[in-house]
């Protein structure tokens, strides 16, 4: 099986995504191209991580990829606290 990315170049990109302050799914599923050219220090490797994340988010806009996105960004929405509770049993 060939390897897309590598976690650790998924981790610098997500990085530099969440502080650039897109760090919920709504805000990644309203990204255009003229912000994300904004984000500092943005290699392809990163831009295309970003894309990918950008169509599962704007295409599978579900309360799990919003709460897992916000478990890695460490921002967490007003009202998800019963689903975060929800999503650390998943993980367990």
């Known amino acids: 099986m060939e390897e897309k990315y590598n976690l650790n170049s998924i ?53 799990t990829a919003q709460l897992f996105i916000e478990f890695l960004s460490g921002y967490k929405e007003k009202g998800n606290d019963s689903k975060w509770k929800s999503l650390k049993l998943m993980l367990i």
């Open 11 to 63: 981790s610098k990109a997500f990085e530099k995504l969440f502080n650039a302050g897109f760090n919920t799914s709504k805000k990644i599923a309203t990204l255009d191209i003229k912000e994300v050219r904004k984000i500092p220090n943005l290699t392809m490797s990163d831009f295309y991580i970003i894309s990918d994340l950008w169509e599962l988010v704007k295409k599978n806009n579900n309360k």
